[in-house]
């Protein structure tokens, strides 16, 4: 799916997505975050802009508790809030970037334990999904 429309543009995604059973979009939102989220300015950057930009960290959590990983779904949470009271902070019009790691060591010292923690339960989520897709293969592959 992702590789389908990488590079496309946001409409197009969207008509993809548009398209998935319930299962197929948590899989497809959490691979679009994890795929970007490699660095801990890319786990801070990546994180904002799904919540303020394009305003899809609901799906990628909805996704996640689909899967059963409710300790995964409370540490995205623990994240949008530190985004969130850091947009609250921020003045108008200025934009999130990951130099904002380098201005910022309260900011810095908590993406850090965050993203420590996020490469820690991604690859149980991971391991979690690819059991749940071994037992439930009728909703995300296609059989001849």
Same mark, same amino acid.
């Given at each position: 799916m992702l590789l389908a429309v990488r590079g496309k543009d946001i409409t197009t995604k969207t008509e993809m997505y548009q398209q998935l059973n319930e299962g197929q979009k948590g899989l497809y939102l959490f /691979?679009?975050? %994890?795929? %970007?989220? #490699?660095t801990i300015e890319e786990f801070y950057w990546f994180s904002s802009y799904y919540i303020l930009e394009i305003q899809s960290w609901s799906g990628i959590k909805s996704g996640v508790? /689909?899967? #059963?990983?409710? !300790? @995964?779904?409370?540490?995205? !949470?623990q994240m949008e809030d530190l985004i969130m009271q850091?947009? !609250?902070? @921020?003045?108008?019009g200025q934009q999130v970037s990951p130099t904002d790691l380098e201005k910022? #060591?309260?900011?810095l010292n908590a993406v850090t334990e965050y993203f420590a923690k996020y490469n820690e339960l991604s690859e149980k989520t991971i391991?979690? @999904?690819? !059991?749940w897709i071994i037992d439930h293969q009728e909703d995300f592959l296609e059989m001849d």
């Open positions: /691979y679009s975050f %994890h795929n %970007h989220a #490699k508790q /689909y899967f #059963k990983d409710f !300790e @995964m779904v409370d540490l995205l !949470e850091r947009s !609250e902070d @921020m003045n108008k910022d #060591k309260g900011l391991n979690r @999904m690819n !059991e």
